[in-house]
């Protein structure tokens, strides 16, 4: 099993930003879908941002235009850029991964991922 550990959490005020990372504990590690998806308490976990092993993008409306996603291939280190954080994006986000599948897009990462890391807190509060 390819360890997933994601880093970059903190607290930021409304409108500010945060990186997150997500490095793969093997560098070959190469899934078919990666992505991030959040939970908060008492709520369902809700799927943010995927990318394919075709770079083919994918996000919730919810953080459309606010949040990208990317890859650097050769660290294979997943990211989440987020810009214009809201309270609302409070939330553990965590990195996850589906080795095989037809589609890669954030809910059906949260229903068919194989693999997760263990989470990083965001807390967007003034």
């Known amino acids: 099993q390819v360890d997933l550990a994601e880093s970059g959490g903190g607290t930021v005020q409304p409108g500010g930003s945060l990186t997150l990372s997500c490095v793969a504990s093997?560098?070959?590690?190469?899934?078919?879908?990666m992505g991030w998806f959040r939970q908060s308490p008492g709520k369902e976990r809700e799927g943010v941002a995927t990318?394919?092993?075709?770079?083919?993008?994918s996000y919730a409306d919810s953080v459309k235009g606010r949040f990208t996603i990317s890859r650097d291939v050769a660290k294979n280190i997943l990211y989440l850029q987020m810009n214009r954080l809201k309270p609302e994006d409070t939330a553990m986000y965590y990195c996850?991964?589906?080795?095989?599948?037809?589609?890669?897009?954030?809910?059906?990462?949260?229903?068919?991922?194989?693999?997760r890391g263990q989470g990083t807190l965001v807390t967007v509060s003034s």
């Open positions: 996850a991964a589906e080795s095989g599948g037809r589609f890669c897009w954030p809910q059906g990462l949260v229903e068919d991922a194989d693999n």
């Open positions: 093997e560098t070959t590690y190469r899934p078919y879908c």
């Open positions: 990318l394919d092993s075709e770079q083919f993008t």
